[in-house]
């Protein structure tokens, strides 16, 4: 599903009013409604319960006078607090207000000359909080009553519906403005905001339900929005079945260069990762001495000795054997396991501006790329790097904290300063690509904070790239399955002790029920 800024959602608002003229109202009374059905899913019992709405000045104000008109309407005892004197409101938030009023539902206003504690008992004594103070119209650091009506809120540690978006709450960034409501669940309109999936706003939302309130998807295309959040619906689309009449050597060869002592495993999983999401062949580049374990620990993907170092790692008179043996191959993966040797280091620098195939650079190889980063304007193919933070960070010669206060930002830039596709990794993955394109992963969980687990991904882009899936989508689709299959592991039953291996064979079974929905 396509994620919006809270600039491209007023955009789509405002084509659709002005140039479709589905008139305003009609979109809000559409919002409110499909909100209030949302929420009545998450709390069964609404109707028994004691509901207080908080508005603001603008249309998100508008939406919750709408939902206390539903909620009169269906003999809910709904109070409505207005932080703003209704003389602020305008257009369809003031046509609601004044419906209001006409059903006999009198808004109060908060009189920030009176006792806060006084009026705010009204909100205390409630069961359920209807937040509908800020929605993308937020354009500062939320301060004075708002910020103690927000504060006041989490603190009563009661249900919140936020409308749209939780107050305070940055739609563009995921970033709190000062102070943010902590939502039970958020009805969003129209389309996902990106700042309710990064930053904290994936944790502010709770919950989080997209109401379609009627923008045409003629609008919304048209918009040319290519920012994306991984979820099942969108992979399924960017998964192109495999024809029935496929054999092994039209799924593509992978290799890989990978392994050196103590680094067997990294080789192991990347390989296993490639051959499980649909390679056809999977060749792993192995230092001489290693070649003997490797061939005990693989089975069906194939390894080719190759000249070796005085410490066992991948020497620089293997380039020629590489290089030629690459030809007619569809994918290499370099990195995990490699090891930081200086000839290592010469061999993948020289490998990089020389290699016939889309490449994937990962772990190692990364570390060795930060002193060299020139190198990747000479690689003759599409180049995909997965840094974790600290990588990236690195690579970026910036602080880890500084990738991760803005991980979008930060993989976009780099993306496009050195024109290869990032995959950032971390809790919501982010891919994003030199000509703008970004994606958010849906899929995961905590349980991943495990060695081995990026070598398995490493090999599964690398998969997806050899059967000839363009080379953001590899990323994405890698992201998104390496995620599920960890997800499908634990079941929701443990966040920890998850293996890198324990991933492989629920790897196919992810792709399948994409495939077969
Ligand atoms: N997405 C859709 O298709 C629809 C969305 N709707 C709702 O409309 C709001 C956006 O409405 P807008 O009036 O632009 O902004 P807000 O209501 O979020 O608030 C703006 C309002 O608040 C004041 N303000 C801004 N920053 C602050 C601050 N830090 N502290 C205090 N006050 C602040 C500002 O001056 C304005 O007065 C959207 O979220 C949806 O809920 C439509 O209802 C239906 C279509
Ligand atoms: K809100």
Redesign the pocket.
Known sequence: MILVT?QE??E??RR?IEEIGLP?AV??E???RGALAFFERVMPDLARRRVVVLA????????GF?IARLLHGKGVWVRVVC??PAE?L?G??LLNYRILEKIGVQPFHWNENEDFSSQFSMVRDADVIID?????????????L?RDIIEAVNALQKPVLA???P??LD?STGKV??AAIRATATA????PKVGQRIGEGDALVGALHVVD?G?PPCVVASAGVTRWWLDEELCRRWLSPRPAETHKGRAGHVCLLAGSPGKTGAATLASLGAARVGAGLVTLFVPRSLNPILEVKLTEAMTLPIPETSEHSASIAAETEILDFLHGKQALAVGPGISLHPETQSLLLRLISRVPCPLVLDADALTILAGALDTLGEAPVPVIVTPHPGEMARLMSCRVADVQADRLQVAQEFSRQHGVIVLLKGHRTVIASPEGRVAINGSGTPAMASGGMGDVLTGMIAGFLAQGVEPFQAACLAAYIHGKAAENVCQGKTTRGLLASDLLEHIPLVIGALETA
């Open positions: 809270a959602m007023a789509l608002d659709t305003g979109l809000m559409n919002a409110a603001g000045s603008g249309n998100n104000a508008g939406d709408v932080l703003r602020r305008r369809d938030a509908a103070l800020l929605g993308t119209g937020l354009s500062s650091p939320v301060q004075g708002y409308v749209d978006l107050s305070g739609a403005l000062g969003t309109f129209g389309l309130i923008i």
